[in-house]
């Protein structure tokens, strides 16, 4: 929980960037990931680095939101999580040629546990 706060502290949203109305609920992801882990204390987690994704996609109409590659990442992330999730912690170089603001950070994407059963998630709104 501590390393997704950390990464929370990391992210900007304002008029600037074009993001201020794309707030990351961290607290919705919090309560997913300990409702996913069953009571367990742990989770995996998985790091992956060198990234150069560009952030738009679809000539820049619009942002990129899959920053996993699904042979690379989410293939051996889902066979890993059979009963407890996976934090895969994406590691984007951020380079201003692909969009970003020449920094690199970390984008984190949950794999929930094969053995969860289907669930829905409601805001408290």
């Not at 603001?101 to 053995?115: K, R």
Request: hydrophobic share 35%; proline share 6%; aromatic share 10%.
């Amino acid at each position: 929980m501590d390393i997704i706060k950390l990464i929370h502290s990391t992210f900007t949203y304002s008029q600037k960037y074009g993001n201020e109305d794309l707030n990351w609920d961290i607290d919705s992801f919090l309560d997913t990931l300990i409702y996913a882990a069953q009571g367990s204390p742990e989770i995996i987690v998985c790091q992956r680095k060198n990234r150069n994704i560009s952030r738009m996609k679809n000539n820049n109409t619009a942002w990129t939101d899959a920053p996993d590659d699904g042979n690379k990442d989410l293939i051996p992330a889902k066979k890993m999580a059979e009963d407890l999730p996976v934090l895969l912690l994406i590691k984007q170089n951020g380079s201003k040629s692909q969009g970003w603001l020449d920094t690199p950070f970390y984008w984190p994407v949950f794999i929930t546990p094969l053995s969860m059963q289907t669930s829905i998630y409601s805001l408290d709104e």
